[in-house]
């Protein structure tokens, strides 16, 4: 048995709230306590609604709260809501119910100045395009018709799905996925390795490198697509050597590296129509033109045959060309017999008349004329033969003359002698020699040695011949 005193018994005895009963209890507490209240903060996800009542969001540093302004409270703002304006609301605070949320209801909002993210990610875009990452020029074409693309986004969400099913439908090519984080403190840094590593590829390698690249994310807050706001991914995106198209968000949000890609899409979807053409399209685009340039041949061929035959009409018949001319060679043709028999009967006669002036005698006596000249020549050439024969063996005679006086060996036979040092140089001088320097005499018949003994040679008058021939003979010249 339970004590009916004891704290179980107290707690199964108390009234249970309804989860209705306790929302709006708790709503009105809220609304007691906070009837009235002035808030300040940025503005972020400001959302316009098609019944025109307008929800955003108002956060500072640390916290964010969502905040509702009914349609008949907006025309009567001081200022319109923007994203990332800083303002100063009066409202009060009341709960959602249904989704256990607590908003502000505003009823006035006045500015307060620009938001410190906001302001910040100014001052980043002024420098990066004073640096010239923002310039039309060097944003580079996308290929008209990729083979490979590269997205880089979440594979869980609605927006890889989104992205391949678009492609698939306009132009199936292969589609290359890395995956990343999009939100949150990570997102930077694993987005720009997959910028890094899709350049990476080697061209014609295992996996084929990408013609274009997409970085897509879903909408969001400002603060949610904050990670997309980096330096260092802004910078990597413009490095990038394969063009870059930047799908963050949706149509309304900006981020900073839509700025430095090669061109930026409003959606996702949008990223992937601007990659890829429409092959239907494209296919219907060839059928067109090849049936236009068909066409044209076909009126050319029509054309030029047209003005062929009216310019056919201004000439001649080719019967009435050829008329003229093909009388000229009947007439040619039959005078052509009778000219060839009268050709040879000519020289008919002409051979007759010459023929009876030949005989044997006209041809012997050239032939006789001929010998008679030839013996005539013999006769005169034999003594001149002789004669020019007769003058160059004296010739002949003369030259061998100078060539014996030009032999060295010559003054030898004459009694002279060559004198050879003890190098064995022909001694040209006696200042050559020293004395007991052993020379060799060469003479006519042989040779002979010798010492030199240094004195003076003996000077011998030369023996002179008689006037009768006879004289004594030459004296020894040593």
């Known amino acids: 048995m339970t004590d009916v005193d004891s704290p179980a018994a107290e707690t199964s005895n108390a009234a249970a709230y309804s989860v209705s009963e306790l929302a709006f209890a708790l709503k009105r507490t809220l609304e007691d306590a906070y009837g009235h209240v002035r808030l300040r903060g940025e503005l972020s996800k400001v959302t316009r609604h098609a019944s025109g009542h307008c929800y955003l969001t108002i956060k500072d540093d640390k916290a964010a709260i969502d905040g509702v302004v009914w349609k008949g409270q907006v025309r009567g703002l001081a200022c319109q809501p923007e994203q990332g304006l800083e303002v100063i609301v009066t409202g009060r605070i009341t709960t959602y119910p249904a989704s256990s949320k607590y908003q502000i209801v505003i009823d006035s909002m006045?500015?307060?100045?620009?938001?410190?993210?906001?302001?910040?990610?100014?001052?980043?875009?002024?420098?990066?395009?004073a640096e010239g990452l923002f310039d039309a020029a060097r944003k580079r074409p996308l290929p008209p018709s990729p083979a490979v693309i590269g997205v880089i986004t979440s594979p869980t969400g609605a927006v890889i799905r989104d992205i391949l099913h678009r492609i698939a439908d306009r132009w199936p090519?292969?589609?290359?996925?890395?995956?990343?984080?999009?939100?949150?403190?990570?997102?930077?840094?694993?987005?720009?390795?997959?910028?890094?590593g899709f350049n990476a590829i080697t061209p014609g390698g295992p996996i084929a490198r990408p013609d274009v690249l997409i970085v897509a994310r879903g909408g969001g807050s400002v603060e949610d697509l904050w990670a997309f706001n980096d330096e260092a991914l802004a910078r990597a995106a413009a490095a990038s050597d394969i063009p870059l198209i930047s799908a963050v968000g949706h149509e309304t949000d900006t981020t900073l590296i839509d700025f430095v890609s090669d061109r930026r899409a409003p959606t996702p979807t949008a990223a992937a129509e601007i990659a890829t053409p429409v092959l239907a399209e494209l296919k219907a685009v060839v059928a067109d033109r090849q049936a236009r340039l068909v066409r044209s041949v076909q009126r050319l061929r029509e054309d030029r045959r047209n003005q062929l035959a009216a310019a056919s009409r201004?000439?001649?018949?080719?019967?009435?060309?050829?008329?003229?001319?093909?009388?000229?060679?009947?007439?040619?043709?039959?005078?052509?017999?009778?000219?060839?028999?009268?050709?040879?009967?000519?020289?008919?006669?002409?051979?007759?008349?010459?023929?009876a002036r030949l005989g044997p005698g006209l041809l012997e006596r050239p032939m006789q004329t001929k010998a008679e000249r030839g013996a005539d020549l013999f006769t005169r050439m034999k003594p001149a033969i002789e004669r020019r024969?007769?003058?160059?063996?004296?010739?002949?005679?003369?030259?061998?003359?100078?060539?014996?006086?030009?032999?060295?060996?010559?003054?030898?036979?004459?009694?002279?002698?060559?004198?050879?040092?003890?190098?064995?140089?022909?001694?040209?001088?006696?200042?050559?020699?020293?004395?007991?320097?052993?020379?060799?005499?060469?003479?006519?018949?042989?040779?002979?040695?010798?010492?030199?003994?240094?004195?003076?040679?003996?000077?011998?008058?030369?023996?002179r011949k008689s006037s009768t021939g006879k004289g004594a003979a030459q004296g020894d010249l040593f």
């Open 110 to 129: 006045e500015p307060a100045g620009v938001g410190a993210l906001l302001a910040q990610l100014e001052r980043l875009k002024a420098r990066l395009a």
């Open 173 to 196: 090519c292969h589609v290359l996925v890395w995956p990343v984080v999009v939100q949150g403190d990570a997102a930077s840094a694993q987005v720009r390795a997959a910028i890094a």
């Open 314 to 355: 201004g000439l001649p018949r080719p019967a009435d060309l050829l008329a003229v001319a093909q009388q000229r060679f009947d007439l040619a043709a039959g005078r052509l017999n009778a000219a060839l028999e009268k050709n040879a009967s000519a020289h008919e006669r002409d051979l007759v008349r010459i023929g």
């Open 389 to 463: 024969l007769a003058r160059a063996a004296e010739g002949l005679t003369a030259l061998d003359k100078l060539r014996q006086s030009f032999d060295p060996k010559g003054p030898l036979k004459r009694g002279y002698a060559f004198v050879h040092g003890p190098d064995g140089g022909l001694v040209r001088s006696a200042a050559q020699l020293h004395a007991g320097d052993v020379v060799r005499l060469e003479f006519g018949d042989g040779d002979r040695g010798a010492v030199v003994d240094g004195e003076a040679p003996v000077k011998r008058t030369p023996v």
